[in-house]
DNA sequence: GATATGCAAATCATA
DNA sequence: TTATGATTTGCATAT
């Protein structure tokens, strides 16, 4: 088994991001960037921290054990040098004196390890370890010094690549089960059997090839305590792994699908994925916006009558943390059947996640501050199929309003109002 | 040019 | 001791 998280509770998360954003405004008052910083810190204890860390702890995007470490490191330093630096220092200066105060404040006992730089294996290389790893997937020890030395690699090099390209292997198995995002449960048990994992168990009739590739993001979600504290979990959610039904053939879209698996699925309502856009995450104009990342989804089953789209709304009043549970028990109100529901991190998408062709059934969210995304949106909720939303607020009422119709209550404006 | 992210190399605690 | 799987980071590149 691999290790089990190191569990340090989750004690003084928040003081870490006070820390954090605290130190993000600093640090762009005195005109440093993130590089430098990494670098600075870096000549305090030998091992500089890249560019991509910084802007990640600044960004809370960290589980609460990193985080803790580079606060640590960051923390020190910044107590260090803080006070070489004068209001209205002269900006060239700046950087030499930091250097300095840096390097003078080197701790005695310096026994930071050094992670080894990250190895660039080129496209050549790969494409050979690809093969070798087809061919055989676990080589010997003896084999993989071979294998070093005729692609001019160390050792370590392959056997790490090797060890990487199971799991990630393994992983891509695992991404096909569907499962509920805290429960434990499969999203769909049948289609969750259907396309699990085949490492060893190819059944007879093999299992319809149901999803379309899927990718696993961590996300760093604030999720209610057995204590009711809001604390930070960090999760992995699979995205886009639930087929994708067509409205009127009940029929996964671009996916074959089995006679068991249809009749099964045909019974239920069309799925449709509800993504909702937290508001950017701005330091100060939305205390309530604990959350680190910028997207959340969610993968409601909703009547085939009232589909929905949420469009981002960098207004919103709702802070993801309490959007989520809201949701979640909203659409356990309105659902004829077991909810059946996720939560997904989807990113801020440079590229839609998702195919073309599946967006006509669903929605795709603009990503706040991103209204280049905008008119891609446009261009799908004019279909007559979907509700538009403006917002997580108003998409709550949406579904207090579903939940009201269900139970053939009359909800009138005021109670809505509510939220 | 600075910052944010996808993917995956390197590390590390355990079985 | 080695294999494994979870984590931690950072290269490359998109934004």
């Not at 870490?16 to 305090?44: C, H, I, N, P, Y």
């Not at 289609?191 to 090839?209: F, Q, T, Y």
């Not at 699908?257 to 856009?277: F, G, P, T, W």
């Not at 549970?325 to 998408?349: C, F, G, W």
């Amino acid at each position: 088994m691999g290790r089990k998280p190191k569990d340090y509770g989750q004690d003084h998360r928040e003081e870490l991001e006070e820390f954090a954003k605290m130190f993000r405004s600093k640090r762009l008052v005195w005109g440093l960037t993130q590089d430098q910083v990494g670098g600075l810190v870096g000549l305090k204890y030998g091992t500089e921290f890249s560019q991509t860390t910084v802007s990640r702890f600044e960004a809370l995007e960290m589980p609460t054990n990193s985080m803790r470490k580079v606060y640590e490191m960051i923390r020190s330093w910044y107590d260090d040098i803080e006070k070489y630096i004068t209001p209205g220092i002269d900006p060239n200066l700046l950087v030499k004196v930091l250097t300095e105060a840096s390097i003078n404040s080197k701790p005695a006992d310096m026994s930071v390890k050094i992670r080894k730089k990250r190895t660039t294996f080129s496209t050549q290389t790969l494409e050979t370890l690809e093969a070798l790893f087809r061919a055989n997937r676990q080589p010997t020890q003896e084999e993989q010094e071979k294998i070093a030395e005729s692609l001019d690699l160390k050792f370590n090099e392959v056997r790490v690549w090797f060890c990487n390209r199971r799991q990630r292997e393994k992983k891509t198995f695992q991404q096909k089960l569907l499962y509920n995002d805290d429960s434990g449960h499969f999203l769909d048990a049948s289609l969750a059997s259907a396309c699990s994992s085949s490492d060893s168990s190819a059944s007879a009739n093999s299992p319809p090839s149901i999803s379309p590739p899927t990718k696993m993001r961590k996300v760093f979600l604030a999720t209610p305590s057995s204590n009711s504290e809001m604390s930070l979990k960090r999760k992995s959610y699979i995205i886009s792994s639930v087929p994708i039904l067509d409205s009127k053939s009940s029929l996964p879209i671009s996916s074959p699908i089995s006679d068991e698996l249809e009749s099964k699925r045909s019974k239920q309502d069309k799925v449709m994925i509800v993504k909702v856009a937290p508001p950017k995450n701005t330091a100060n104009n939305s205390p309530q916006a604990k959350f680190p990342v910028s997207t959340v989804a969610s993968n409601l089953v909703v009547p085939k009558s009232e589909p929905v789209c949420v469009p981002s709304t960098p207004a919103s009043s709702v802070s993801t943390s309490t959007t989520t549970p809201l949701i979640r028990s909203l659409a356990h109100s309105i659902s004829t059947e077991p909810i059946k529901m996720r939560v997904n991190y989807v990113s801020q998408d440079r590229k839609p996640e998702i195919k073309q062709e599946r967006l006509e059934k669903i929605e795709i969210t603009p990503i706040v501050n991103r209204p280049q995304k905008t008119s891609f949106v446009d261009k799908y909720i004019d279909d007559e199929e979907i509700t538009l939303i403006k917002s997580p607020n108003e998409f709550l009422k949406h579904l207090v309003r579903l939940a009201a119709q269900n139970q053939g209550v009359n909800l009138n404006d005021g109670e809505d109002s509510e939220f």
